[in-house]
Nanobody, 114 residues
C-alpha cells in the first residue's frame, strides 16, 4: 500500500517562505502524477500544483509565480516551495498521488499571519 509522509508546514508571517515535502513509499513514483492540494476552513479542497510523470506541471492561478513544485524521482519525493506567502494561503495542504488510483497524505497545516 502506498504511504505518503508530509512535512514542512508551520506558521509564517506574510511575505515569508515555506517548503513542503512529501515522500512516498512502496510505490511506483516516476510515472505518477503527484502534487499538492489545499483546503481552507469552510472551503472545498482545491488544486495548488501538480507534476505529471511526463514532467508537465499545473498551478492554480492564485499561486503562479510564488509557488514552485518539483520532484525527485530517485527519492520518491515531491516538494512545494512557497514564497511570498499571503494570509489567504492559510490552509491544510495535502499531498496527492495518482497512479492507478488516488492516494492522499494526512495533511500539513500552513498558517500565514498578517
Amino acid at each position: 500500500q502506498v504511504q505518503l509522509a508530509e512535512s514542512g508546514g508551520g506558521l509564517v508571517q506574510a511575505g515569508g517562505s515555506l517548503r513542503l515535502s512529501c515522500a512516498a513509499s512502496r510505490t511506483v513514483f516516476s510515472f505518477a502524477t503527484v502534487g499538492w492540494y489545499r483546503q481552507a476552513p469552510g472551503k472545498q479542497r482545491e488544486l495548488v500544483a501538480v507534476s505529471s510523470g511526463a514532467g508537465n506541471t499545473n498551478y492554480a492561478d492564485s499561486v503562479k509565480g510564488r509557488f514552485t513544485i518539483s520532484r525527485d524521482n530517485a527519492k520518491k519525493t515531491v516538494y512545494l516551495q512557497m514564497t511570498n506567502l499571503k494570509p489567504e494561503d492559510t490552509a491544510v495542504y495535502y499531498c496527492y498521488y495518482n497512479w492507478r488510483g488516488t492516494i492522499w497524505g494526512q495533511g500539513t497545516q500552513v498558517t500565514v499571519s498578517s
